[in-house]
């Protein structure tokens, strides 16, 4: 029994390097697909919101002489390259896969609309939106929770390299203790950077709660969806 029918998975572009130091590792992809096909085999409607960062960050664009909106629709694009490769991934996993884009680009992928979206969700597709939110100035984060909230997700789900929020960086700090649940004021309070504040506010103003995991490891996903204690809970 799944305790979410429909979910909104927010990949960093990062986590698609694996140990690599750029571009898209073939391992983690095939990883993460059969994963996300463990999960859609017991009905639960996905969708999906990935980063860029492993090909091209806006943002850091701005220090080495872009102009940032130039630098945020290099991003964009970023995502959508990483959006196909896990379409293609989900497919040759046997899970009928769909990328929509924010920004018109057929034949790439269809654009995006939410009604288009959840037409193919309840079709049996997961769903990869590509693109951002299609302005600049704003993170995929921010794309992830408004996308979640456009398709009435039962919960965002962040995938990290860790396994949820900590007091500081576990990767850093031996002493870091793990939260198993927070509310949002709490986690703001705190200054936890779980998601940028934008990010955050939808989520908080809207009621979908954010659950960080550890994506990386096996079956992880799925223990999600069934309910069983992994990660933090923001609600």
Same mark, same amino acid.
């Given at each position: 029994m799944s305790k979410y029918q429909r979910i909104l998975l927010k990949l960093s572009g990062e986590s698609l390097m694996g140990n690599d130091k750029y571009g898209i590792s073939t391992d983690v992809l095939e990883k993460y697909s059969a994963d996300i096909a463990s999960v859609t085999e017991t009905g639960v409607q996905v969708a999906i919101v990935t980063g860029g960062g492993n090909i091209f960050r806006g943002i850091s664009g701005t220090g080495k002489g872009f102009d940032r909106v130039k630098g945020d629709s290099m991003g @964009? $694009?970023?995502?959508? &390259?990483? %959006?196909?490769? &896990?379409? %293609? !991934?989900?497919?040759?996993?046997?899970? *009928?896969?769909v990328? =929509?884009?924010?920004?018109? @680009?057929?034949?790439?992928g269809e654009y995006y609309s939410s009604a288009k979206a959840i037409k193919? =969700?309840?079709?049996?597709?997961?769903? &990869?939106?590509?693109?951002?939110t299609g302005n600049p100035f704003f993170t995929t984060d921010s794309a992830a929770a408004l996308r979640g909230i456009e398709l *009435? !997700?039962? &919960? $965002? =789900? *962040?995938?990290?390299?860790v396994d949820g929020?900590?007091? !500081?960086?576990?990767?850093?700090?031996p002493t870091a203790v793990k939260y198993s649940s927070l509310t949002f004021d709490e986690a703001y309070e705190k200054g936890l950077k779980i998601m940028d504040l934008t990010a955050f506010t939808l989520c908080k103003e809207n009621s979908?709660?954010?659950?960080?995991?550890? @994506?990386?490891?096996?079956?992880?996903?799925?223990?999600v969806i069934s309910g069983e204690s992994t990660g933090t809970i923001i609600q």
């Open positions: @964009m $694009l970023a995502t959508v &390259i990483n %959006s196909l490769a &896990i379409q %293609s !991934a989900l497919e040759n996993a046997g899970v *009928k896969a990328t =929509l884009t924010a920004v018109r @680009m057929e034949p790439v193919y =969700l309840d079709a049996g597709y997961t769903v &990869i939106v590509a693109g951002g *009435k !997700a039962d &919960i $965002l =789900l *962040k995938g990290t390299r929020v900590y007091t !500081a960086d576990p990767e850093k700090d979908l709660p954010i659950l960080v995991f550890d @994506m990386n490891t096996a079956g992880n996903l799925k223990k």
